[in-house]
Antibody, heavy 122, light 111 residues
């Protein structure tokens, strides 16, 4: 069964760092993404990574502060968040980009984790 | 990278139909047939209900349908049911794998 489980959220002061993990079974060969949702707000696409980890893309507001990596051997993804700001406060979801067929990307996210809450506050 | 525009809320009685619009630009919604829709119940993770503008994943009822015209995509829920009360978000690809953008979200209320 494909499953995604995020961890690593918590309370951090502005300017601090946090590393989120996503334990992911069944994600080999898939693009993966982080999506966040501020309290009471909508979804925001944050970053994605290709199957071998060689390509990564970020939304403008986090580029240069966040890094995204994956360890396929250990079925894990990581979001390293540095220089955190209050506006980064959100639930962070790890999600899988599905495939319509081998090599044909769904361009949509078919499996989601339960999310982990990051609170940036002094 | 501006969010796609959705109405804040829509409502309907059980059995009725409601339609949610999602307006973008020629750089996202209008430029690609990669619009997806997600349903999110309170405190839960989003669930994919439409991809490729109008395709439904296995297990999603055919009451949910999607379409697109120009820079605006739409989600229609026919035969509205109580369990359809949730937030709905559109999402569009905006250039290969380099960027995706979500809509502002719409709360659907079943009267």
């Amino acid at each position: 069964e494909v499953q995604l489980v995020e961890s690593g959220g918590g309370l951090v002061q502005p300017g601090g760092s946090l590393r989120l993990s996503c334990a992911a079974s069944g994600f080999s060969g898939h693009w993966m993404v982080w999506v966040r949702q501020a309290p009471g707000k909508g979804l925001e696409w944050v970053a994605n990574i290709n199957p071998d980890g060689s390509q990564k893309y970020f939304v403008d507001s986090v580029r240069g502060r966040f890094t995204f990596s994956r360890d396929n051997a250990n079925n894990s993804l990581y979001l390293q968040m540095n220089n955190l700001r209050s506006e980064d406060t959100a639930v962070y979801y790890c999600a899988r980009e599905g495939r319509a067929a081998p090599g044909v990307a769904l361009k949509a996210y078919d499996i989601w984790g339960q999310g982990t809450l990051v609170t940036v506050s002094s | 990278q501006s969010a796609l525009t959705q109405p804040r809320s829509v409502s309907g009685s059980p059995g009725q139909s409601v339609t949610i619009s999602c307006t973008g630009t020629s750089s996202d919604v209008g430029g690609y047939n990669y619009v997806s829709w997600y349903q999110q119940h309170p405190g839960k993770a989003p669930k994919l209900i439409i991809y490729y503008v109008s395709a439904r994943p296995s297990g999603v009822p055919d009451r949910f349908s999607g379409s697109k015209s120009g820079n605006t995509a739409s989600l229609t829920i026919s035969g509205l049911q109580a369990e359809d009360e949730a937030d709905y978000y559109c999402c569009s690809n905006a250039g290969s794998h380099t960027l995706y953008v979500f809509g502002t979200g719409t709360k659907v209320t079943v009267l």
